[in-house]
């Protein structure tokens, strides 16, 4: 077995897709060639099963591997701008210019790839405010002392996830939310909430797993809870304008807060 990669303290989730990229680039398993199993790999990598899953589902998505279930993960092709065959060597003289290429055009598509993200984030996010504003709103008018006992448990197992990994953190976050706007009482406001919930979770995963720099939005949480046991409408339109457009200037290139952080 291959001495076991160290991983840094922080995000798993980065590191380990890091690693099997690594592995990938330099030819440990050929192509078509079945990975080891998620256990194997957790165990060498001495990480969870569920990080290295939501490694291997990054890596499938940019076509990387392919994921058939059933049968296991198979190498589909290795990073962008390496052509041939592991161990095939080109004329004397050009394998540094075709390295310098390739990393070029890796370098090019993680570019384009980190831009892509940001755009679809922040489209999400302007969803995200034309719901929850008007279910907040709602909220703060209809809420019942027992639902902020529910919302105070959906807060704490929010704080509890954040060190859980980007999926569990993003479930317990995505509840919190939910909840909010179920207590709206307006069952169309849910129920699109409900319809774009798969296309959120999604990005947010990898809103948590790659951006750097997120804000520390608990307080804003906390201050929503407050408003809606207070029945503060303001208030409450307040705290979640203030959570989404925090993340909204993150992502958005043409603020400046998106261009401090790209």
């Keep these: 077995m291959a001495e076991p990669t160290r991983l840094r303290h922080g995000p798993v989730v980065p590191q380990v897709e890091g690693a099997l990229r690594d592995m990938l680039r330099e030819g440990r398993w050929e192509r078509g060639e079945r990975l080891p199993n ?9 990480v969870g099963r569920s990080s290295v899953r939501e490694a291997v589902r990054l890596l499938a998505r940019d076509g990387l591997l392919d994921v058939r279930h059933g049968s296991g993960t198979f190498v589909t092709r290795t990073e962008p701008g390496q052509t041939g065959q592991p ?3 080109g004329q ?4 540094g210019q075709a390295e310098q290429t390739g990393q070029a055009d890796a370098a090019g598509e993680l570019d384009l790839r980190h831009l892509l993200r940001r755009a679809r ?3 999400v ?3 995200r405010r034309a719901l929850e504003v008007e279910a907040a709103r709602l909220a703060a008018r209809r809420t019942r002392p027992e639902d902020i006992a529910r919302l105070t448990a959906d807060l704490k197992r929010r704080q509890e996830a954040a060190e859980a990994g980007p999926a569990a953190f993003v479930d317990a ?6 909840t909010v706007v179920e207590l709206s009482g307006n069952a169309v406001l849910l129920g699109l909430f409900a319809s774009v919930l798969p296309v959120l979770r999604e990005a947010l995963v ?3 797993t ?10 804003a949480h906390a201050d929503l809870l407050d408003a809606l046991a207070r029945g503060d409408a303001t208030a409450a339109i307040a705290a979640t304008t203030r959570h989404l457009e925090a993340v909204m200037a993150l992502v958005d290139p043409l603020s400046p807060a998106g261009e401090e952080v790209r």
């Design 121 to 123: 984030l922040l489209e």
């Design 173 to 178: 976050d995505l509840e919190f939310h939910r």
């Design 92 to 95: 004397p003289g050009q394998s």
């Design 38 to 46: 998620e256990v194997m790999l957790a165990a060498e990598l001495g």
């Design 206 to 208: 990898e809103m948590v």
């Design 87 to 89: 161990g095939q060597t």
């Design 125 to 127: 996010y302007e969803v």
């Design 210 to 219: 790659y951006e750097t720099g997120l804000p520390d939005l608990s307080c």
